[in-house]
């Protein structure tokens, strides 16, 4: 039995040719981002070869001003030269946490960039500032305030005291004593006088003597003698004050009473 041949495969339509309108908009959307691709690409090199790249390299060779601040003059000196750099002292000034001969202070600033300096200025310590006490001996309480003032040092305690060696209310002695020498603001004391010192005595016994002759030895050693109103002004004491060996001065009255006639 013959087998009957296959049916041959039909032909298909051809395909239909796209529009040109859709073939001009991908042409377009293609060429926008190859434009946008290669724009990016120029300004990220421009970028990298202007910004990036000089502050990478300028990072590797920069250099720093060194803190030269707890050095000497001389050990800051020695370190900048070897650098290259010029050390140049600006000032000096006291500082009392700082010893004399170090760094106070320098210009530019620690870990500042050099930018091309080529010299650095300093302040160098003076260390502790001290003064010289003055002398105040026989000045007002006014004027040794002042003259302490100047000198850099201030008022310390200040003692009343009497003094033979000069009037009231004057300086008769300083501590520390004057011309020694002392930290700035260091205080001194003062001993103020009060006057005199007064000279003082034991009262002798006077019961039983002369009352004339009593009078006229007292008064001669500046004592003031009196009387009850009245009373006889001779005869032999028999009433005296102060007591004796009391402790009395030339200021201090002594009053005596005689019996107005001499008792044997």
């Known amino acids: 039995m013959s087998q009957s041949p296959e049916p041959l495969p039909l032909p298909l339509p051809p395909a239909a040719p796209a529009p040109k309108q859709s073939r001009g908009r991908r042409t377009k959307a293609l060429a926008a981002m190859v434009a946008f691709a290669v724009?990016?690409?120029?300004?990220?090199?421009?970028?990298?070869?202007?910004?990036?790249?000089?502050?990478?390299?300028?990072?590797?060779?920069?250099?720093?001003?060194?803190?030269?601040?707890?050095l000497t003059f001389a050990e800051a000196e020695k370190t900048m030269a070897a650098r290259g750099i010029t050390l140049s002292r600006a000032g000096e000034r006291f500082d009392p946490a700082t010893p004399s001969g170090y760094v106070l202070s320098q210009d530019p600033e620690p870990e500042s960039p050099f930018n091309g300096r080529k010299r650095i200025s300093v302040v160098v310590s003076l260390g502790e500032e001290y003064s010289s006490a003055p002398e105040?001996?026989?000045?007002?309480?006014?004027?040794?305030?002042?003259?302490?003032?100047?000198?850099?040092?201030?008022l310390g305690g200040i003692t009343h005291a009497p003094s033979d060696n000069v009037g009231a209310e004057l300086?008769?002695?300083?501590?520390?004593?004057?011309?020694?020498?002392?930290?700035?603001?260091?205080?001194?004391?003062?001993?103020?006088?009060?006057?005199?010192?007064?000279?003082?005595?034991?009262m002798p016994e006077?019961?039983?003597?002369?009352?004339?002759?009593?009078?006229?030895?007292?008064?001669?050693?500046?004592?003031?003698?009196?009387?009850?109103?009245?009373?006889?002004?001779?005869?032999?004491?028999?009433?005296?004050?102060?007591?004796?060996?009391?402790?009395?001065?030339?200021?201090?009255?002594?009053?005596?009473?005689?019996?107005?006639?001499?008792?044997?």
């Not at 001996?137 to 100047?150: H, K, P």
């Not at 501590?175 to 260091?186: G, K, M, N, Q, W």
């Open 39 to 70: 724009l990016a690409f120029v300004t990220g090199m421009l970028v990298f070869n202007n910004v990036v790249m000089p502050r990478l390299v300028h990072r590797v060779n920069e250099q720093r001003v060194p803190d030269i601040t707890n």
């Open 136 to 154: 105040l001996f026989g000045e007002s309480m006014r004027t040794a305030a002042y003259l302490l003032s100047r000198a850099g040092l201030r």
């Open 171 to 202: 300086i008769a002695s300083t501590d520390p004593p004057a011309e020694s020498v002392l930290p700035r603001d260091t205080p001194v004391g003062l001993l103020v006088s009060t006057g005199g010192i007064e000279e003082s005595f034991v």
């Open 206 to 264: 006077l019961l039983g003597h002369e009352i004339g002759g009593v009078r006229r030895q007292l008064e001669a050693f500046g004592f003031r003698v009196f009387t009850p109103p009245a009373a006889p002004s001779i005869g032999t004491i028999v009433f005296q004050d102060p007591a004796p060996g009391s402790r009395i001065t030339r200021q201090t009255q002594i009053l005596v009473q005689a019996t107005g006639r001499l008792i044997r």
